[in-house]
């Protein structure tokens, strides 16, 4: 009983140190996918390399699309649905 109790207690204590982990590859997915029809090539290599969390990423092109265009330009609301 102890045996078993023990074995539960050490999967569930791995399952616990995944989620995040496993949420942020999940939500790193959804957001490439979002922002796949939107990056180039640059972009793309940019999102491989990025640290962060996904939607800083998204956040960081609206950002740039905005010095570029200007604020409230309607060429950067693409980059908005990303991250929301």
């Known amino acids: 009983m102890t045996r078993i109790l023990s074995i539960a207690l050490g999967i ?11 949420r ?4 790193r997915w959804q957001i490439s996918k979002r922002l796949d029809s939107v990056m180039d090539q640059r972009d793309r290599a940019a ?5 962060g969390d996904a939607a800083s990423f998204g956040r960081s092109l609206f950002e740039r699309c905005q010095r570029e265009q200007g604020i409230g330009a309607a060429s950067c609301e693409r980059y908005r649905f990303a991250f929301q």
Do not use: C, R, S
């Open 24 to 27: 942020e590859a999940y939500h």
């Open 47 to 51: 999102f491989d390399q990025w640290n």
């Open 12 to 22: 569930a204590i791995v399952v616990m140190f995944a989620l995040p982990f496993g």
